[in-house]
Nanobody, 125 residues
Framework: QVQLVESGGGSVQAGASLRLSCAASGGTFSRCIMGWFRQAPGKEREFVAGINWSGGSTNYRDSVKGRFTISRDNAKNTVYLQMNGLKPEDTAVYYC??????????????????WGQGTQVIVSS
């Protein structure tokens, strides 16, 4: 069982930066593919970024490529999402996710077993 706790959300102006953190406990963090998803009001939850076991492989949705960076620190059981150049359309609740069954080289989450509680990001124009 993996528990995930996000932090770092907030309300910012367009163009600003935020760094989200997700602290994991209770499981084998280093053997989980980790990722970030988001859900805007009235919309489906969508994939944002993924990272493989070692952190050497990452994957992003097209709309955040070049602006967001996912990283992880296995010694601290923490995954991060650095968000630069924020836009109003990035406004959403951001969720940390863990896939404990994926292959170690993959940065794609196919079976998310664990979710965090979410952290709100609001970007105003």
């Amino acid at each position: 069982q993996v528990q995930l706790v996000e932090s770092g959300g907030g309300s910012v102006q367009a163009g600003a930066s935020l760094r989200l953190s997700c602290a994991a406990s209770g499981g084998t963090f280093s053997r989980c593919i980790m990722g970030w998803f988001r859900q805007a009001p009235g919309k489906e939850r969508e994939f944002v970024a993924g990272i493989n076991w070692s952190g050497g492989s990452t994957n992003y949705r097209d709309s955040v490529k070049g602006r967001f960076t996912i990283s992880r620190d296995n010694a601290k059981n923490t995954v991060y999402l650095q968000m630069n150049g924020l836009k109003p359309e990035d406004t959403a609740v951001y969720y940390c996710a863990a896939d404990p069954s994926g292959m170690p080289h993959l940065a794609v989450l196919r079976a998310v077993d664990y979710w965090g509680q979410g952290t709100q990001v609001i970007v105003s124009s």
